[in-house]
C-alpha cells in the first residue's frame, strides 16, 4: 500500500516562503489524484491544492490560489507545495493524501491515504 510522508514544515515570518515536500512509496498510478490539505488550531481540515495525475490539472483553494504553487517529480514519486507570501493564517498542520478517481478534489473523503503532517508557522 501507498504511504506518504511530509517535511518542509517550520518557522517563517509573514511574506516569507516555504517549500513542502510529500514523498511517496509506492506506485501512484494515473486514476490517482494527490492533494494538499491543512488544519490549522480551531479550524476544521480545508483542502487546498490538488493534482490529477493523469494528466497533470491543478484546483487550488481560493485561500492559496496565486500564492502556492503544487509540481510533481515523477522519478522521486514526490509532490511539493510551494507556498509564497505566507500569512499567519497559513499557520496550520498540512497534510498531503492520495485517492483514486476523485471527483471533487479538495474534499477529504475522496482521499483513502495520508500522510501524518508537517507543521508550518507563521509569525506577524
Known amino acids: 500500500e501507498v504511504q506518504l510522508v511530509e517535511s518542509g514544515g517550520g518557522s517563517v515570518e509573514a511574506g516569507g516562503s516555504l517549500r513542502l515536500s510529500c514523498a511517496a512509496s509506492?506506485?501512484?498510478?494515473?486514476?490517482?489524484?494527490m492533494a494538499w490539505f491543512r488544519q490549522g488550531p480551531g479550524r476544521e481540515r480545508e483542502g487546498i491544492a490538488s493534482?490529477?495525475?493523469?494528466?497533470?490539472?491543478?484546483v487550488y483553494a481560493d485561500s492559496v490560489k496565486g500564492r502556492f504553487t503544487l509540481s510533481r517529480d515523477d522519478a522521486d514519486n514526490t509532490l511539493y507545495l510551494q507556498m509564497n507570501s505566507l500569512k499567519p493564517e497559513d499557520t496550520a498542520t498540512y497534510y498531503c493524501?492520495?485517492?483514486?478517481?476523485?471527483?471533487?478534489?479538495?474534499?477529504?473523503?475522496?482521499?483513502?491515504?495520508w500522510g501524518r503532517g508537517t507543521q508550518v508557522t507563521v509569525s506577524s
Open positions: 493524501a492520495t485517492g483514486r478517481w476523485v471527483a471533487d478534489h479538495l474534499a477529504q473523503h475522496e482521499y483513502h491515504v
Open positions: 509506492g506506485f501512484i498510478d494515473r486514476s490517482n489524484s
Open positions: 493534482v490529477y495525475i493523469g494528466d497533470g490539472s491543478t
